[in-house]
């Protein structure tokens, strides 16, 4: 049974980092995109970043370059992402979700599993 598990969200006051982790597990997930997408109250899913473990390629929205860092684990068995310079627009439930497509960046109709969602919550 495939899962992924993010963990890390919680409160942070706007200029502060989080760093969140998703755990993969059920299958072997050397040839997939792992993506972090993120939700805010009444707005649409969107990307936030996306890594290819099969070479490291990554992805990065525009708005959060320069700010958020994607990474994976060398056993393929997790994906983080380090959240620097935190701002209230960034508060939204976080996702992670692997992809088998081959597509790059693989839109989210494209990805195969998802994680459950963390919280993160950026105060001004």
């Known amino acids: 049974q495939v899962q992924l598990v993010e963990s890390g969200g919680g409160l942070v006051q706007a200029g502060g980092s989080l760093g969140l982790a998703c755990a993969a597990s059920?299958?072997?997930?050397?040839?997939?995109?792992m993506g972090w997408f993120r939700q805010a109250p009444g707005k649409e899913r969107e990307t936030v970043a996306a890594?290819?473990?099969?070479?490291?390629?990554?992805y990065y929205a525009d708005s959060v370059k320069g700010r958020f860092t994607i990474s994976s684990s060398n056993a393929n068995t997790a994906v983080y992402l380090q959240m620097n310079n935190l701002k209230p627009r960034d508060t939204a439930v976080y996702y992670c979700?692997?992809?088998?497509?081959?597509?790059?960046?693989?839109?989210?109709?494209?990805?195969?599993?998802w994680g459950q969602g963390t919280q993160v919550t950026v105060s001004s």
């Open positions: 059920g299958r072997t997930f050397s040839s997939y995109t």
């Open positions: 979700a692997a992809s088998s497509s081959g597509l790059w960046v693989p839109p989210k109709y494209a990805y195969d599993y």
């Open positions: 890594i290819r473990w099969s070479g490291g390629s990554t």
